[in-house]
């Protein structure tokens, strides 16, 4: 069975950076596409950004986050960072890493993808 355990999440003011890392833990022979995406109460979890497992495969981000935030992974390892900068208080939410296929909706990828619990960002203006 594989586990994800993310890091680095914290609390931080509008135009500051952090950097959150996930790794896997367990069972990891295959290599997964990994990503991260966040969620606010009362709201549906939203897609952050993905990279593919392969070397020099696809990297994907939401549009809100281009050019703020840079995913990136070492090569022949299931772990992924994304880093933060620029950070705005709508960045404010629990973000969770996951593992599997690449994908933009929770709605497909919930049933499929290994999660992580979560990590708290809160950004204060």
């Known amino acids: 069975q594989v586990q994800l355990v993310e890091s680095g999440g914290g609390l931080v003011q509008a135009g500051g950076s952090l950097r959150l890392s996930c790794e896997a833990f367990?069972?990891?022979?295959?290599?997964?596409?990994m990503g991260w995406f966040r969620q606010v109460p009362g709201k549906e979890r939203e897609f952050v950004a993905s990279?593919?497992?392969?070397?020099?495969?696809?990297?994907d981000y939401q549009d809100s986050v281009k050019g703020r935030f840079t995913i990136s992974r070492v090569n022949g390892k299931n772990n992924v960072t994304l880093q933060m900068d620029s950070l705005k208080p709508e960045d404010t939410a629990v973000y969770y890493c996951n593992a599997g296929r690449q994908g933009r909706y929770y709605e497909d990828l919930k049933g499929r993808n290994i999660w992580g619990q979560g990590t708290q960002v809160t950004v204060f203006s």
């Open positions: 367990g069972r990891t022979s295959s290599m997964y596409d």
């Open positions: 990279i593919s497992w392969r070397s020099g495969g696809s990297i």
